[in-house]
Each structure stands twice: as C-alpha cells, then as structure tokens.
C-alpha cells in the first residue's frame, strides 16, 4: 500500500511538473520582397516646411520581417476542475527596423470546463475570431489595417480597417453548450484615461462550424478597435467536405462606423486550393480586398489584388510566393507619414501629415516562414 502511495504521489508530482512547465515557441518569418510604388500625392504644410506636391515612382529590393513573434505560453492545474492559463507574446523584426519587442497578446486567464475561460490583459479584438479562414494571403500581403502610406517614397498599401488588439481588457470564451456547433467569444475593454473623450468598450463574435463545410461567424465591436463601430461578418465554404475538392473559398463583409465621419465599407473575397502534384503540402491562393471610404474618409478607395502560394518545406518550415497589386485613389485627406526637417533646421523627425492624391504599389516577393 505504501508502495502504491508512493507510486501515485510522484505520478501527480510528474503531472503537476508538467503543467508548470511554460513552453516557448515563436515564427521568424523573412522575405526578400520586390516594391514599386508611384505615388502622386499633395502634401500639406508642416512645420518649418512648406506643402509640397510629391511625384515618385520608385522601386526597390527590400529585406523584410513579415509578423514574426516570440513568445511563452502554458497553463497550470490551480483545482480539480480549472486551470491558470497565460501568454506573453511579442512581435519582433528580424531585419533589425525595429529594435524594440511590441506586445501581442498578453494575458493571464482561467480555464474551466465549465464555466468557460476567461483572460484578463492586453487581448486582440474580437473581430478577429472571424477572420481567419479569410485572410490566406502572406508577407508583404498580409495587411489588413494597413491606414497610412509610410514615407514620402515608398508606401504601404491601403486596406480595410482590422480589429486591434485591446489593453486593459477581458475576454471570456463561452463553453460548449449540448454540442452545438457555436462559439461566443465576448470582450470588455476598461478605458483607464479618466477623459471626457474616452469610452469603455465592448464586443462580441460568434461563429458556427457544424463540420459540413460550411461555416460563418459575425462580430460586432464598439469603442475597441476603433472609436466607434466595426460590424463583420463572415461566410467560408470547404469543398472538400461536399464535392471532394480541395478548395475552400470565404467572404468577408465589413463596416466601420467611425465617430464624426463616414462609414468605411470592406470586402474581402478569397479562394485558396490545396496542390496534390508536389511530394510534401502545397497550396495556391487568390485574394480580393476592396475598401470605400479608407479609415471613414469619404472618397478614399483602394481595390487590392493578390496571388501567391506556399510549400511545406518541412513540419515546421514555409516557403512563400507572392505578387499583389494596390491602387488607392485618395480624394479626401489621408495620414502620411514622412521625413521632415525640424523648425530649427538643424534635425531630421518623423511626422504626421495629410494629403491628397493616388498610390500605386506592385509588390513581388519570396521567403520562409520558420516555427519554433
């Protein structure tokens, strides 16, 4: 007996171990990326330097870090029955633009079988627990909430407005009730500012995937994201599971309601077909994104146009090819952002600026995604 006592204690000290154990994975994610950008634009007065109209067709070769991450996850048994959960995630540019870790998501959470779980820190939107079987494209490409042009030279390109992610904030993911095909996911984000102009936030995303190949969710965010409205909603077709193809196709619908503006309208379309020619998994994709009223500025439009494919190189290991194209016709004011000389004359900033006029990018590119 006294054996076995033995036997199960250290058994439950091998488990608890375990638990306790934070894992540690991230993605580097480097490209070799192909840029053209014609920009011909009217920029506004700053300080110490006068408005100027800007006409560049420039193009260059770039070495870029596209979303790659670090992070430590892990959860440990606190009862019988839940579980403390937690994440510290943070984005880092392997290139070296950057030289500073930007937070991800970061929290520290519950997780009953119960009652659910529920995280408590800085968390993304719920808006995009809709997305992901719409957004196939990669690298350069993968620019939902892209709302600037970066530089007086080269852009960015311009497309519809994505959740953020949200400090100070709650978010509970419902347990499964009866084995219904849905998941409610809700978010709470506390506004600590203590200003007239700030508003406590709050959304909701709720999805159905009943294993049929058809699936679908829609999300509402308010005061989150944006200052305002986002309402998404999403439709997504497997034709694996209905006409044995490997093909699934999704639409994504959006508005943006922003606060003493106009509403932005996005669309996004996108098929992505699994390639059975090649020794290891392989995959094309098409994707179309088109905006009205970029950021709720009436007459600000952008059509985006993107192709490309990925190659398991190994479990862990992506190779990417893409090419796109983006053209925005900016009629009202959009942000720029450029360098500037100083009113003193003497250093060189970074500011913020408006402008009118049309953006052009081209972009080619190829890289490797690594998980660790």
């Known amino acids: 007996m006294k054996k ?11 488990v608890s171990a375990a638990n306790a154990a934070p894992q540690v994975y991230g993605k580097a994610f480097l490209a070799l990326d192909y840029v053209n950008a014609d920009l011909d634009v009217q920029m506004d007065a700053i300080e110490g330097v006068e408005g100027q109209r800007i006409q560049n067709d420039e193009d260059s070769v770039q070495v870029n870090s596209h979303i790659s991450r670090l992070g430590v996850k892990g959860s440990e048994a606190a009862t019988a029955n839940t579980d403390i959960v937690y994440q510290l995630e943070y984005s880092i540019d392997i290139d070296g633009d950057r ?3 930007n937070a991800r998501d970061t929290y520290l959470g519950l997780a009953n079988d119960q009652y659910g779980q529920v995280r408590f820190g800085r968390n993304y939107s719920v808006t995009d627990y809709v997305l992901n079987s719409v957004a196939v494209n990669k690298g350069y490409w993968d620019n939902l909430g892209a709302s600037s042009l970066n530089g007086g030279n080269v852009a960015e390109a311009l497309t519809l407005t994505d959740g953020s992610r949200v400090n100070n904030s709650i978010i509970w993911f419902a347990p499964k009730y009866n084995d219904l095909p849905l998941d409610l996911t809700l978010q709470y984000g506390a506004d600590e500012t203590f200003s007239d102009n700030g508003d406590s936030g709050f959304g909701a995303a709720l999805n ?16 989150m994201s944006i200052d305002g409205d986002i309402l998404r909603g999403v439709v997504s077709v497997d034709m694996s599971n209905i006409v044995n193809l490997p093909l699934t196709t999704s639409v994504l619908y959006q508005e943006a ?6 509403t932005e309208d996005g669309l996004v379309v996108s098929a992505k077909m699994g390639l059975d020619n090649f020794a290891r998994p392989a995959s094309a994709y098409i994707q179309y994104n088109k905006t009205e009223n970029l950021s709720g500025f009436s007459g600000n439009d952008s059509d985006q146009l993107v192709i490309g494919g990925q190659y398991a190189v190994l479990n862990n290991l992506n190779a990417h090819l893409y090419a796109g194209y983006n053209s925005a016709d900016l009629d009202n004011d959009t942000f720029f952002v450029r360098d500037a000389v100083a009113a003193d004359n003497t250093d060189d900033e970074f500011v913020a600026v408006r402008g009118k006029g049309d953006a052009d990018v081209v972009v080619v590119g190829a890289g490797l995604e690594y998980f660790f």
């Open 208 to 223: 159905y995937d009943a294993g049929t190949g058809i699936s679908g969710g829609v999300a509402y965010d308010k005061d």
């Open 4 to 14: 076995l006592l033995l036997a199960t204690s250290v058994a439950a000290l091998s």
């Open 257 to 262: 309601d922003y606060d003493g503006r106009s």
């Open 99 to 101: 030289d500073t870790l």
